[in-house]
DNA sequence: TGTTTTTCTTGACTTAAATCAGTGTTTTTA
DNA sequence: TAAAAACACTGATTTAAGTCAAGAAAAACA
C-alpha cells in the first residue's frame, strides 16, 4: 500500500462537502492544535484553500513576494534554494500537515522555492490576515514561531549530516526520518513510497546521485531495507538506526510493529 | 586595531552609568529597529543585564529549559549541537547585537549550547515577559519572527555550502560573510581579528583543520589576504568574491574602501 | 501502443579532502 | 616565568565519494 493513497483516503473521511479545520484530521499536527473551537473558526474564515496543485508546479518562487504561508493538506512538496551560480540546494520536503514558506518571514520575499512532488492541495494562509490574526490570538502566534523553532532545529540538524556523517550514515537518517513522519501521520513506518526522486534525495543529502544509488542497493544486499522503485520497505529498523547514529529509534523499534 | 577592542569602545561611548535601549548603539540592528520609543522603554524594563561571562562560559546549555533569548552586547558566541553520539556541530557564530537562543521556540528546551569565545555581555530577554510583551507590542512579535526567519536563511544557505562548495569556496565564503558583519557594525570590513580557533572555523565549514590552516596558507600566497595569528587582512576583495562564488560582494568591493 | 525521454543502476577511474605523523607557536596556568 | 596545554602549520599517504561512461528500467508522451 502506498503512503500517497492512504494520505488521500485519510483526508477524504474529513471532509464532508467542503473542508474545515475543526473536522480536518490534520488539525492535531497542524497549526490549529494549540486553538480553541473559537479561534479555530476564526483561523478558519482566513485560509484559502484553491485547485490542487500539480506535480512540478511551484508554490511559490524564490523573489516572489512574501504574501502566504501554506500548510500542506494532501501530496508533498520540496523547498529550494537557488544560489547566484544557479545551483540548487534542496533544504527540505514536507508532508501533509507541514508548513511551508515561513522563512519568508526574513525579509519581504520568499527566499526560497517551493514545488509539488506530486498533485498536492494546500491551505493557503494570506499574510495580511494572518498578521491581525496573531495579535488577536496569542496562542496563534505561539504556534507558528514553535513551527519557525522546529524549522531552525531541523536546518541544524541537516547542517551537522552534511558535515559530520558518511553517505550511508545520511541515508539512513534519511530513511528514518521520513519512516518516523509517516507514522506520525498514521501510516506504516515499515512500508512507504518516496515522493522524490533519486536525484532530490542526492541533492537534499549533499551526495551524487550514484552514490545514493548504490547505497539503496548495499542497503539491500545486507538486507536493511528493500525497495521496488519508490516503494521502501525498512526489514532491519534497529540496524538501520544504528547506522544512523540514533539510539532512540533505535529503542522505538523494537516497541513499535 | 582589533575588531574586540573597537566594539568595547563603541559600546562605553553609548552608556553613561547605565545602558538602556534607547541609548545603545547598537539598537540600529538589535531588535528594537521598528519599535517607538514608548514601546522601547517597555521592553528596556524586562531586560536584564548581568556580569560578564567570561570566554569558554556556557550563556546556556542544550538541553537546559528554554528560558530566555539573548541579545549579544559586546563579544562573541559560538552556537553547537552535540549529537548523541557525542559530535559537536558548530552552527553559527554571534557578534554584538544579533539575538541568540531563538530556536528555543521549537520546545521547552533549548536544542543547542551558546559558549562565549571571549569576555561577553549579553542582554537578557526572559521569557514570560517577553511573552507578554509580545501580545502588548504588535512590532515585537514581527521583530523576533523576522530574526526567526533570518536564521532559517542563514542555516540553509549554510546547507548549501556544506553539501556543495569546495573547501576554498567555503572558506572564501565564511571570510566575507564575516567582513560584512563587521563593517555593518561600524568596523573595518578589510581588516578583523577572528574571535574563534582554527578549530571551531573547520567544524562549522565541514572541514579538517589540517585544510583550513592549509587554505589559510594558499590564500596568503595567492595573494588574497594577510594573516597574523587570528587577525586578518582582506587584500584582493573582489578575487575572493569571486571564489565565494557571490556577484553582489565582489561589486560592493570596487564600491566600498 | 510504441517511442522518446527521463530516471536509475552499475562499473572503472579520479580526486579533493581526510587522516596520520611530526614540529613549531601561542596561550594558559601553576 | 617556566612548564604544560592547546592551537596552528606542513608533509606524506589514504580513502570516501565524485566523475565519466554506458546500459536498463520507468515514466511521459504522442
Redesign the pocket.
Known amino acids: 500500500m502506498s503512503g500517497e493513497q492512504n494520505i488521500v483516503d485519510f483526508i477524504a473521511s474529513s471532509r464532508g462537502n467542503k473542508t474545515h479545520c475543526s473536522t480536518c484530521s490534520l488539525s492535531s499536527l497542524c497549526l490549529p492544535i494549540a486553538l480553541n473551537n473559537s479561534d479555530l473558526d476564526t483561523l478558519d474564515k482566513v485560509i484559502k484553500r484553491g485547485r490542487p496543485i500539480q506535480?512540478g508546479e511551484l508554490l511559490f518562487k524564490q523573489g516572489d513576494p512574501f504574501h502566504a504561508i501554506y500548510a500542506i493538506r494532501t501530496g508533498a512538496v520540496k523547498t529550494f534554494t537557488v544560489a547566484p551560480s544557479g545551483e540548487e540546494q534542496i533544504t527540505g520536503f514536507n508532508l501533509a500537515s507541514e508548513l511551508v514558506g515561513l522563512s519568508g518571514y526574513s525579509q519581504d520575499t520568499y527566499p526560497l522555492s517551493a514545488k509539488a512532488l506530486e498533485t498536492t492541495t494546500v491551505c493557503e494562509l494570506p499574510l495580511d490576515k494572518l498578521e491581525v490574526l496573531c495579535d488577536e490570538i496569542p496562542g496563534l502566534r505561539k504556534q507558528l514561531m514553535k513551527n519557525m523553532g522546529s524549522e531552525i532545529r531541523h536546518d541544524q540538524q541537516m547542517m551537522l549530516q552534511l558535515?559530520k556523517?558518511?553517505?550511508?550514515?545520511?541515508l539512513a537518517h534519511f530513511l528514518l526520518e521520513l519512516s518516523g513522519r509517516f507514522e506520525r501521520r498514521g501510516f506504516s513506518a515499515k512500508s512507504f513510497r518516496?515522493s522524490?526522486?533519486?536525484?532530490?534525495?542526492?541533492n537534499y543529502?549533499?551526495?551524487?546521485?550514484?552514490?545514493?544509488?548504490?547505497?539503496?542497493?548495499?542497503f539491500?544486499k545486507s538486507e536493511l531495507i528493500t525497495?521496488?522503485?519508490?516503494e521502501v520497505t525498512v526489514i532491519n529498523c534497529s540496524e538501520l538506526s544504528e547506522l544512523a547514529g540514533n539510539p532512540t529509534i533505535k529503542e522505538e523499534c523494537n516497541a513499535a510493529h
Open positions: 506535480k558535515s556523517r558518511s553517505a550511508d550514515e545520511r518516496l522524490m526522486s533519486r536525484v532530490d534525495i542526492s543529502l549533499g551526495l551524487a546521485v550514484e552514490t545514493v544509488s548504490r547505497i539503496f542497493t548495499r539491500q525497495t521496488e522503485g519508490k
